[in-house]
């Protein structure tokens, strides 16, 4: 299959610090990768440069054989949807209005039914009429993963399945809604979309993806799947921690396993 | 709801500029409106002088009215959009501060320096001079926050302050040198007013109102994706540097003729989009247009008691655009303040 | 209180009292002791009149005319007759914009300042200085020229030249009164200030440009408000003025052309014949010595069906060149 996002030899350095060295990826069509690492491994940066927002300083990225910087940004918005960590919004805008901007000047029946599912997808389905200046962090940032959803609904209507970056799209949310995001992106690459996603939670990154790349002082320090990469010894490197692989805890500590959880009916909003 | 308000502020606009037209100093009774226009018969002798009164002085103001309102409120819509903050207005592109310093110095210069020296200017120097100062200003404000192609908008911000800073101590500096007759020069300048308008500043402004309108459309699309953010923004597909560089030069232009043209009223741009975005909403496909209409009806009353409550003299449109706007403005803080709750 | 307290109180006061008896008194060299109320009513004394800051265009003017010019040591930028004076004294600022510093760090020994000077801060300051500050008041009228001088000759000690211009200029007064009792139909005025971006600034009542029109047997066609004012094109038209008055010099073109250009004014009397009468700023508006005759220039142009025979006739003060200046 031909790679759809090839990022070859990435530099990027501000002032004197390095962010990132030397970072290569290739990633195919209906593939799923999570970017974990430490915090100011370089993981943001990385996800910048491959939504073709920050220019490396070496190295290029080629989204479907083209250098990013040959698309314009509308051409790119067709091809990519991206995610940021916190979105704030300046004017009240209905959470409607929001999710709907992702179809940028789209109008008509057929947006209206992508807002509409994109909406019930990130369980915000009764507040569309609500200023989103009035939700909560985690709601908030549900609705822009429903304004992503759409616009890469869009750009799939015209150019074929994209590319989804999303940065930490589930640190805000409660279990129920992290699983919700984890099971929207998986249904996207079910269909051929790209998806990178940027995890803190170690446990959520297996859950999502089957590939797994450790970011760590901006290289990359491990690639592959979640059983060889999640170890020990990796931990140890990159996050300086020992012994948290696959333990029970002592002395009776609950712990949570998200695969384990099984969704109940719908829930109140 | 909020479709209607756009029709329904046409209808206000015209109701004004009706109303408008039939008062003044020089006093044509109403019957004898529809007899200048030649609606209805009439004395010949006094139809001639009517609509002489009406074509070259009422309508001018009225018609100068109608586009500085709407230019300068739809500026001050761009401007809360591009620094997405409801209490930006055109002023902070520097546009003020650079169109009152060049007027000032030319009242004050030119009436020192040209005059002993024969020269008379004409009396389109002064907007002229205006206009090139408010896009000097803007100009050195965007090559202050620019860098590498891309524009801060925290800079401009900033700069701007230190730009209307500057703008203030040269314009304290013209004072102090100024006589008894250039201070009120440009006093009356600096506060603003539509008296001598006629066909020609009118024509002559017009052009930007129709850029405006033109270029709005686009604009609009841009400056709602920008409330997410720039980088968000990008991502959505816009043009960011773009943008703010078409906004920037849009609002400098526009901006600039209107405050080159009538002086500084203030107000309008500020409060009029701010006040239409708690009535209909953010989107500025619907925000930038309304507040035209709005920002010229507003004008179009102020300026008709502006040039009535004190008669013969004329009242310095900005107090009367205030003292309308600011109570009003108010109430509907306060009922949102109420609607929003603690 | 006891009572050794209160006889120290009572030789404390004592000394207070003849302190302030031999401070405060007036000079008691007594010969060249002028007393003098002044426009703002103040009464002030003046021993020495022989170093004089002069502020006011009238002032300087009168100043020279009384020959009194040597004992002027500066002038403000409004002094612009005789042209020289600007030229050799050294200048104070706009008279509306004094600087305490500037004006007593000459080290005068009389202030005699227009009513009109400025800023108020400044006057105060140097109303409650030890140099003594006589303020000229600048009423509109021939009576109010006539006070000048008088109040000026008082306060420099030379009563007999001011007396002797006094009497010139109320024969031109008085010449002037005779051409107006020829006019037969009174015409109005109006007064452009300034027309800048085609926004006329025109003087209403209590104005010197309302004082002059009068004293040229016109009438302001504005009566409705006092002072300079930005006016209302509708206004103008109704007004309708015969005439238009404006100072010469103006940076902004203010010629006939300009003027009627603006439909405001185009559709005035004063339009039919482009009737622009443009005069120097000080002459006519600065009700000096010169005033009468600056009155009798308006009044001709204002009035061109005057009998040729008045038209050429000169005024008393320019018919024999006299001065007052011994």
Redesign the interface.
Known sequence: MNPVLVATSIAVRIGAKTLLDDVALSLGPGEVVALVGANGAGKSTLLRVL???LVPLAGSVRLNGRTLASY???????HR??L?QS????????VA??VR??A??GRGRRIDDLVEAALAEVDLGNFDERAITTLSGGEQQRA?FARVLV?LACGEATHGPGVLLLDEPTANLDLRHQLDVIAAAKSRAARGVTVVAILHDLNLAGLLAERIVVLNGGRIDSDGTPDQVITDAMLERVLGVADAVGRVPAEGTPFVLPHAARKLLPGKP | MRVLVPPVLLVVLLLAAAVAATIGAAGIPFGRIAAAFGLAPGNPALVDRDWLVLWSIRLPRIALAIIIGGLLAACGAVMQGLFRNPLADPALVGVSSGAALAAAAMIVVGDRYLSSAGVTLPLEALPLAAFVGALASTMILYRIATREGRTSVAMFLLGGLAIAALANAGLGLLVFLADDRQLRDINFWMLGSLSGATWAKVGAIAPFLVALAFVLPFIARGLDLLVLGEMEAFHAGVSVERLKRTCVVLVAAAAGAAVSVSGVIGFVGLVVPHLLRLLIGPSHRLLLPTAALLGAALLVIADTFARTLAAPAELPIGIVTAVIGAPFFLYLLLRQRALLGP | MGHTAMKTNIVQLSFVVVAVAWFGAPGSSGADNITVKDAAGRSIAISDPSRIVSVGGAVTEILYALGLESRVIAVDSTSLYPPRALAEKPGVGYMRQLSPEGVLGLGPSLVLAAEGSGPKGTIAVLEAASVPFVQIPDRFTGDGIVEKIRLIAQATGSVQRGECLVKLVEADLRALAALRARIEHPRKALFILSFMSGRPMVAGRATAADGIMTLAGASNAITEYDGYKLINDEAVIAARPDAILAMERASFRLDAQTVFDHPAFATTPAAAQRELISMEGLYLLGFGPRAARAARDLALALYPSIDASLRSELMPSERAPQDCRQ
């Open positions: 939504s073709g927002d314009g940004p509308r051409a790119l918005a067709g949807a991206v940021s979105v704030s919004v300046a004017f009240p805008f209905t209005e929001i901007m992702g940028g000047d822009h616009q």
